[in-house]
C-alpha cells in the first residue's frame, strides 16, 4: 500500500505536500477524516507541483488542458507552468543519439551542435545537419526520464486510489481521470507517437479550400532515423510568432485569418487537432510562411461532436442559454440526474453578462470555458477532448489578439461557419447526401404500412404494452410506506390509549385494572419509540 512504502521518493512527496500546507492531504495521509476535500490554492498547487520536479510540471500542463475539471483560477495558474529545466550535458546525450542510431554518429550526420537550442522535462532539442547536406532537429529523450516517470506515475496511481476513498473521489471518477492523466504522461515517452501525429496534421494541412496551404509548415519527420527515444524532423528557421517584427497590419491580418482557418480545419472538418498552440509552438519563418511545432499533444472530434461544437457556437453567438444546455447534455458522457431549468438558469445567467456587448467585444473561449465549468459544476462529466477543445481555442485566441490586437473573432470565423453547416446539411458530396436520403425515405415507405398494421393489431387485442421509466420514484415510494407506518403506529398507540382509558373507567374487577395498566404501558412504550424514530430521521419540523 501506497502509505507503507518508504522509497525516497515517496517520503519526498509526502514532505513537499505537507511542508506547502495542503491541510487535506495532510488529514488523508494521516488517516483523519478527509469526506469535505479541498484543493489547495492555485498558487500552492503551482509550488507544489514546481518542487515535486519536472514529470510534475508536464503534468501540471496536462491538468491546464480540462477546464472542464477545475476552475479559471487553476487553469490559468496551471497554463504558466514552464519546463524550466537545464539541458543534460552533451556526453550523456550523445550516449543516447548513438543507441538510436543504426549507423555510426559520424556517419549520419555532419555535424551536431552539442548546445541545446531548448530543453524540456522529457527531452533536449538539438540542431544537426545531416551527411547529404539537409539541416534537421534532433529531439532527444532525457536519459533515465522512463525510470522516473514510471516511478511518479505509480505514486500518483497510489495517491488517486486513497482520493477515490472519499465521496469526492468517487463523484469525479479521480481514478479513470488520474489513468487519462498517466496514460498521456505515458505517451510522451515514445516520440515514435508524436512523428506520426506530425505526419498526419501534415497531410491534413497539406490541402485546404479556406487557405492557401503553401503559407503553413510543418515540419517533416525522417522516418530512417526516429525511434521511440530519438525524434528526427526538418529544421525550421524562424522566430515565436508574436517576436516577428512584422511593420505591415495587412500582414498581420493575413497571418491571423490563415491561423483561425488552418485551426478550424482542424477542429470542424479533419477532426484531428494541434492541441497546444500556445506562442513557442507557432513560428514566423524567414521566408513568410508560418509553422506549427511541437504536436506531442492533440485532441481528436468525431463527426457528432463535431457537430454538436458548431451549433454550440451559433449558440453563444445568439447567446441562448437554453439551446447551450441542450447541447452541453448532448455532449455528456455521463451525468446524474440534471434539473435542466437549472442548468438553463446558470447558463443565461453567465450569458447575461455579454448582452449589451457587441459581437466584435465577445471573448468565445473565456465563454466556453464557462460553459464548461456550469457544466460541471451540474455534475455533468464532458469527454476529456471537451478540454483540449477549449484550450486550443483559448489559446489560439489569445496569440491572435497578441499578435493582432485588432482581431475580430466573429469576423474570422463568420465565412467558416456558414460553410460548416452545409457540411453538415449535405456533407462533401451533396449527390451523395441526397440519394442516402432518398434511400432512407424509401425504406421509411416501405416498412411503415407493415408497422402501422402491426401496431393497430395490438392495440385491438390489448397486447400493447408501454415501458414507462420515471426517476424518483424509489425515494417517493420510501417516503410514503415511512409516513403509513408511522400513521398506522399512531392510530394503534391512540386506540391503544382509549382502549385501556375504557376498561379503566369500568372495572370492578384487580384483572380488569391490570389489562388497563398493560395496555397504557404498551401503547406509552410505542409512542416513546415513534416519538424517538421520528426525532432521529430528523423531519420533525
Given at each position: 500500500m501506497f502509505l507503507t512504502q518508504t522509497v525516497p521518493r515517496q517520503r519526498e512527496i509526502i514532505e513537499v505536500l505537507l511542508r506547502n500546507g495542503w491541510d487535506y492531504m495532510r488529514r488523508l495521509l494521516t488517516g483523519g477524516k478527509a469526506d469535505e476535500p479541498?484543493?489547495?490554492?492555485?498558487?500552492?498547487?503551482?509550488?507544489?507541483?514546481?518542487?515535486?520536479?519536472?514529470?510534475?510540471?508536464k503534468l501540471g500542463q496536462l491538468m491546464s488542458t480540462r477546464p472542464d475539471l477545475l476552475s479559471a483560477a487553476y487553469i490559468e495558474e496551471l497554463s504558466t507552468l514552464q519546463d524550466e529545466v537545464p539541458p543534460v550535458p552533451w556526453a550523456d546525450v550523445e550516449v543516447v543519439i548513438r543507441k538510436q542510431l543504426k549507423r555510426p554518429l559520424e556517419e549520419t550526420f555532419a555535424t551536431v551542435n552539442a548546445i541545446a537550442v531548448a530543453a524540456g522535462s522529457i527531452a533536449q532539442t538539438h540542431k544537426a545537419i545531416l551527411a547529404d547536406g539537409r539541416e534537421v532537429a534532433l529531439k532527444v529523450q532525457r536519459p533515465g526520464i522512463?525510470?522516473?516517470?514510471?516511478?511518479?506515475?505509480?505514486?500518483?496511481?497510489?495517491?488517486?486510489?486513497?482520493?477515490?476513498?472519499?465521496?469526492?473521489?468517487?463523484?469525479?471518477?479521480?481514478?479513470?481521470?488520474?489513468?487519462?492523466?498517466?496514460?498521456?504522461?505515458?505517451a510522451e515517452l515514445d516520440f515514435t507517437l508524436e512523428a506520426s501525429f506530425t505526419d498526419q496534421l501534415r497531410r491534413n494541412l497539406s490541402q485546404s479550400r479556406w487557405f492557401d496551404p503553401t503559407q503553413l509548415v510543418v515540419a517533416e519527420i525522417y522516418w530512417n532515423l526516429t525511434t521511440p527515444k530519438l525524434l528526427v524532423m526538418e529544421w525550421l528557421d524562424g522566430v515565436p510568432l508574436l517576436s516577428a517584427d512584422l511593420d505591415s497590419d495587412k500582414e498581420r491580418k493575413a497571418i491571423t485569418t490563415l491561423l483561425f482557418r488552418a485551426f478550424f480545419q482542424q477542429l470542424?472538418?479533419?477532426?484531428?487537432?494541434?492541441?497546444?498552440?500556445?506562442?513557442?509552438?507557432?513560428?514566423?519563418?524567414?521566408?513568410?510562411?508560418?509553422?506549427?511545432?511541437?504536436?506531442?499533444?492533440?485532441?481528436?472530434?468525431?463527426?457528432r461532436t463535431q457537430g454538436v461544437l458548431t451549433e454550440m457556437l451559433l449558440a453563444i453567438v445568439d447567446l441562448d442559454a437554453q439551446r447551450c444546455a441542450q447541447l452541453t447534455l448532448q455532449l455528456a458522457e455521463s451525468t446524474q440526474p440534471v434539473i435542466m431549468v437549472k442548468l438553463e438558469n446558470d447558463y443565461d445567467r453567465m450569458l447575461r453578462k455579454y448582452y449589451n456587448l457587441s459581437l466584435s467585444q465577445l471573448n468565445f473561449s473565456q465563454i466556453i470555458y464557462e460553459l464548461l465549468q456550469i457544466a460541471r459544476n451540474n455534475k455533468i462529466r464532458l469527454p476529456s477532448n471537451m478540454g483540449l477543445y477549449a484550450k486550443t481555442l483559448?489559446?489560439?485566441?489569445?496569440?491572435?489578439?497578441?499578435?493582432?490586437?485588432?482581431?475580430?473573432?466573429?469576423?474570422?470565423i463568420q465565412p467558416l461557419l456558414t460553410d460548416l453547416f452545409r457540411r453538415q446539411l449535405?456533407?462533401?458530396?451533396?449527390?451523395?447526401?441526397?440519394?442516402?436520403?432518398?434511400?432512407?425515405l424509401k425504406s421509411l415507405s416501405l416498412q411503415s404500412p407493415r408497422l402501422l398494421e402491426l401496431l393497430l393489431d395490438r392495440i385491438t387485442s390489448e397486447s400493447l404494452q408501454w415501458n414507462i421509466s420515471v426517476r424518483g420514484l424509489d425515494g417517493l415510494r420510501r417516503t410514503t410506506d415511512d409516513a403509513a407506518n408511522r400513521l398506522s403506529f399512531s392510530i394503534l398507540v391512540g386506540s391503544l390509549i382509549m382502549g385501556a382509558a375504557i376498561i379503566s373507567s369500568n372495572a370492578r374487577t384487580s384483572q380488569l385494572s391490570f389489562l388497563s395498566n398493560v395496555l397504557f404501558a404498551t401503547a406509552s412504550l410505542l409512542g416513546l419509540w415513534l416519538i424517538i424514530s421520528i426525532l432521529r430521521s430528523g423531519r420533525l419540523r
Open positions: 479541498q484543493l489547495p490554492t492555485p498558487a500552492v498547487l503551482k509550488n507544489i507541483l514546481v518542487d515535486l520536479g519536472p514529470v510534475y510540471v522512463d525510470i522516473t516517470v514510471a516511478q511518479d506515475i505509480a505514486l500518483i496511481q497510489g495517491i488517486a486510489d486513497l482520493v477515490a476513498r472519499t465521496e469526492f473521489g468517487q463523484t469525479y471518477e479521480i481514478k479513470s481521470i488520474a489513468e487519462e492523466f498517466t496514460k498521456a504522461l505515458e470542424y472538418i479533419d477532426g484531428f487537432f494541434h492541441a497546444d498552440p500556445h506562442p513557442g509552438n507557432l513560428f514566423y519563418l524567414k521566408d513568410g510562411r508560418v509553422a506549427l511545432l511541437d504536436c506531442g499533444m492533440v485532441g481528436r472530434l468525431d463527426p483559448a489559446n489560439l485566441e489569445g496569440v491572435t489578439r497578441g499578435f493582432n490586437p485588432e482581431l475580430n473573432f466573429l469576423d474570422e449535405f456533407g462533401d458530396s451533396p449527390v451523395r447526401s441526397l440519394l442516402r436520403t432518398a434511400l432512407d
